[in-house]
């Protein structure tokens, strides 16, 4: 069996035993870590991707941390007596791939199962409470976008008042 992960923004093939180099993640040498985020599954011909695969998850021991190797960044202008040198070591986590299963899936359904049966009626009443409280805010609002819109009306007369008065000034010279 095995499956695509996707960590640190890149996708991996992995199989139980593989050993890889992923970027540098939380945990400690000899510490167990679970991708969840499973893009594809396979065995043999059958292949599961989608939701199907997303319910799955893969695990994983941390056996080392550690810097990969030193890039050097090198720039230089010519004929301008300029050139400048950088290195940079990128961080990674060495992890083997333990097993490849749905093993994340049964317990949440579980516990999703219990939660609705025994709170699902305390929670829906506080959830009705607040749908009316917005209601009564919006047509408060409304309001005054309403007395602002009576007011843009207005000040266009008033806007031509002066126009008027710039006509009998010329009048009267």
Do not use: N
């Given at each position: 069996?095995?499956?695509?992960?996707?960590?640190?923004?890149?996708?991996?093939?992995?199989?139980?035993?593989?050993?890889?180099?992923?970027?540098?993640?939380?945990?400690?040498?000899?510490?167990?870590?679970?991708?969840?985020k499973v893009l594809l599954l396979g065995?043999?011909?059958?292949?599961?991707?989608?939701?199907?695969?997303?319910?799955?998850?893969?695990?994983?021991?941390?056996?080392?941390?550690?810097?990969?190797?030193?890039?050097?960044?090198?720039?230089?202008?010519?004929?301008?007596?300029?050139q400048r040198t950088m290195g940079h070591?990128?961080?990674?986590?060495?992890?083997?791939?333990?097993?490849?299963?749905?093993?994340?899936?049964?317990?949440?359904?579980?516990?999703?199962?219990?939660?609705?049966?025994?709170?699902?009626?305390?929670?829906?009443?506080?959830?009705?409470?607040?749908?009316?409280?917005?209601?009564?805010?919006?047509?408060?609002?409304?309001?005054?976008?309403?007395?602002?819109?009576?007011?843009?009306?207005?000040?266009?007369?008033?806007?031509?008042?002066?126009?008027?008065?710039?006509?009998?000034?010329?009048?009267?010279e």
């Amino acid at each position: 069996m095995y499956a695509v992960i996707q960590t640190g923004g890149k996708q991996y093939r992995v199989q139980e035993g593989d050993v890889l180099r992923v970027a540098k993640l939380s945990e400690e040498a000899g510490k167990k870590v679970t991708f969840d985020k499973v893009l594809l599954l396979g065995e043999g011909e059958g292949i599961k991707s989608g939701a199907d695969a997303a319910k799955a998850s893969v695990s994983a021991e941390v056996l080392e941390q550690g810097l990969g190797k030193k890039v050097e960044i090198f720039k230089k202008r010519r004929r301008k007596h300029s050139q400048r040198t950088m290195g940079h070591r990128q961080a990674y986590t060495e992890v083997r791939i333990t097993a490849i299963g749905a093993a994340k899936a049964a317990p949440a359904k579980a516990a999703k199962a219990e939660k609705p049966a025994a709170e699902a009626k305390p929670e829906a009443k506080p959830a009705a409470k607040k749908p009316a409280a917005k209601a009564e805010a919006k047509p408060a609002a409304k309001k005054p976008a309403a007395k602002k819109a009576a007011a843009k009306t207005e000040a266009k007369p008033a806007a031509k008042k002066p126009a008027a008065k710039k006509a009998a000034a010329k009048s009267e010279e």
